[in-house]
């Protein structure tokens, strides 16, 4: 896995600047065929000098590998949950209240579903090329406290009140998806504390303390996970509430760079036996990367229902993925071909963009949400495959 948070991307602060300076009802089983038109995703314009007609190539449903075998039932409750979000935009509305009518049962009205309301279209990178980079994550769990005692010796934070988050999309649509952080000191705002300075900026808002500093490192690149506390012998939810502004940057690679590790050695499982084994570089490896994450509890009523992803709706094990949203919008169907982690054994299923990350960056760039616990986290730590990407958006109603 090639490990990073989940959150809205950040642009840093100085990046900002140089931006601005520069700136001036039918029957699913007997589908009514319907003509190849298709929907633009609501984003502002594509990145660099592409258009999207560059970025997304409209193919046949018959040239997605595995399409037919997919298990369409699995991703259904997925689909339905991006449904939730996205029904009151126009595109959306007709194959969101057709999906009400569809046996969630019945996998082959389901292929039905989406062959009649939707077109795939393959997504291309920028310099042209169609593969990209397949990582994991997942929901872990943390052993925990609400007082700091005892093994209990790692704070989790809470979103500080001084925290400032400017949103210029308004005036700037080029900025959609990105956010400014900050602080105000006088009457200018600065950039907030880094990692390795962080710890004066969030005294006195510790959220909760756990017995483990790399496995809260870990759940900050995770972006949420559940925290087990002993004391009063319950489970939490901690999810992402922010972020301090600074981009994500990989300690594996950090790592890799020193010749510290191979790449192929470079996985979560990989990076914490190097911790293991270096612990008085522990500081150096985790303050190489300057973001830091802050989190808000969260009841967990069902334990079966996954964390809410950028989309604001529950992540679905196996089923959502998190993406670039300057090139995909989110809460899409995406089609997704690679390889299961380590291996070269064929993972081809439809996914849902339902989520977003900081080390996401690009057309064909993919996070797969494993889900929640140990052999979530074992899948998740080890996956860096390579993968081919399909989008189906809705066809535009006759």
Same mark, same amino acid.
């Given at each position: 896995?090639?490990?990073?948070?989940? /959150?809205?991307?950040?642009?840093?602060?100085?990046?900002?600047?140089?931006?601005?300076?520069?700136?001036?009802?039918?029957?699913? =089983?007997?589908?009514?065929?319907?003509?190849?038109?298709?929907?633009?995703?609501?984003? !502002? %314009?594509?990145?660099?000098? *592409?258009?999207?007609?560059?970025?997304?190539?409209?193919?046949?449903?018959?040239?997605?590998?595995?399409?037919?075998?997919?298990?369409?039932?699995?991703?259904?409750?997925?689909?339905?949950?991006?449904?939730?979000?996205?029904?009151?935009?126009?595109?959306?509305? &007709?194959?969101?209240?057709?999906?009400?009518?569809?046996?969630?049962?019945?996998?082959?009205?389901?292929?039905?579903? +989406?062959?009649?309301?939707? %077109?795939?279209? /393959?997504?291309?990178?920028?310099?042209?090329?169609?593969?990209?980079?397949?990582?994991?994550?997942?929901?872990?769990?943390?052993?925990?406290?609400?007082?700091?005692? $005892?093994?209990?010796?790692?704070?989790?934070?809470? %979103?500080?009140?001084?925290?400032?988050? #400017?949103?210029?999309?308004?005036?700037?649509?080029?900025?959609?998806?990105?956010?400014?952080?900050?602080?105000?000191?006088? =009457?200018?705002?600065?950039?907030?504390?880094?990692?390795?300075? *962080?710890?004066?900026?969030?005294?006195?808002?510790?959220?909760?303390?756990?017995?483990?500093?790399?496995?809260?490192?870990?759940?900050?690149?995770?972006?949420?996970?559940?925290?087990?506390? !002993?004391?009063?012998?319950?489970?939490?939810?901690?999810?992402?509430?922010? /972020?301090?502004?600074?981009?994500?940057?990989?300690? $594996?690679?950090?790592?890799?760079?020193?010749?510290?590790?191979?790449? &192929?050695?470079?996985?979560?499982?990989?990076?914490?036996?190097?911790?293991? =084994?270096?612990?008085?570089?522990?500081? &150096?490896?985790?303050?190489?990367?300057?973001?830091?994450?802050? +989190?808000?509890?969260?009841?967990?009523?069902?334990?079966?229902?996954?964390?809410?992803?950028?989309?604001?709706?529950?992540?679905?094990? /196996?089923?959502? #993925?998190? #993406?670039?949203?300057?090139?995909?919008?989110?809460?899409?169907?995406?089609?997704?071909?690679?390889?299961?982690? =380590?291996?070269? %054994?064929?993972?081809?299923?439809?996914? *849902?963009?339902?989520?977003?990350?900081?080390?996401?960056? $690009?057309?064909?760039?993919?996070?797969? +949400?494993?889900?929640?616990?140990?052999?979530?986290?074992?899948?998740? $730590?080890?996956?860096?495959?390579?993968?081919?990407?399909?989008?189906?958006?809705?066809?535009?109603?006759?």
């Amino acid at each position: 896995m090639l490990i990073q948070f989940k /959150q809205i991307r950040i642009l840093p602060l100085a990046a900002i600047i140089s931006l601005l300076a520069a700136c001036s009802p039918a029957p699913i =089983n007997k589908p009514v065929v319907k003509p190849p038109v298709v929907n633009m995703p609501t984003l !502002a %314009t594509p990145p660099s000098s *592409m258009k999207w007609s560059e970025v997304y190539k409209p193919v046949s449903f018959a040239a997605l590998p595995g399409w037919q075998q997919d298990q369409l039932t699995e991703v259904w409750p997925a689909f339905t949950a991006s449904c939730s979000a996205l029904r009151n935009k126009p595109e959306w509305k &007709e194959p969101c209240s057709i999906a009400k009518e569809v046996d969630a049962k019945d996998t082959a009205a389901i292929r039905s579903f +989406f062959e009649a309301f939707f %077109t795939p279209h /393959q997504i291309i990178n920028p310099d042209g090329s169609s593969e990209g980079l397949v990582t994991g994550y997942y929901e872990p769990l943390l052993r925990g406290s609400r007082q700091r005692g $005892g093994a209990y010796q790692t704070p989790l934070y809470r %979103t500080p009140p001084d925290l400032l988050t #400017i949103d210029l999309a308004s005036v700037y649509p080029e900025l959609k998806n990105m956010r400014l952080r900050g602080r105000l000191v006088g =009457n200018k705002i600065v950039p907030y504390a880094s990692r390795a300075d *962080m710890l004066p900026a969030v005294a006195g808002k510790e959220l909760l303390w756990v017995d483990d500093a790399i496995d809260a490192f870990f759940l900050q690149i995770q972006g949420s996970g559940r925290v087990y506390l !002993a004391e009063s012998n319950e489970t939490v939810r901690l999810a992402y509430a922010d /972020q301090n502004g600074y981009p994500y940057k990989s300690i $594996g690679r950090y790592l890799v760079d020193k010749g510290e590790l191979k790449l &192929e050695q470079a996985s979560a499982q990989g990076i914490k036996e190097w911790l293991g =084994n270096n612990p008085a570089r522990q500081d &150096e490896l985790l303050n190489t990367n300057p973001s830091v994450v802050f +989190f808000k509890e969260e009841k967990i009523i069902n334990p079966a229902i996954g964390p809410k992803g950028a989309l604001g709706v529950p992540l679905t094990g /196996q089923r959502s #993925i998190a #993406i670039d949203a300057q090139y995909l919008p989110l809460g899409a169907p995406v089609f997704l071909v690679t390889t299961q982690p =380590n291996s070269s %054994t064929s993972l081809q299923r439809l996914m *849902m963009a339902q989520d977003t990350g900081g080390a996401i960056r $690009g057309a064909v760039r993919a996070d797969f +949400f494993w889900g929640f616990g140990s052999e979530a986290g074992e899948f998740a $730590g080890r996956m860096k495959q390579k993968g081919t990407m399909w989008i189906l958006l809705p066809k535009s109603p006759v």
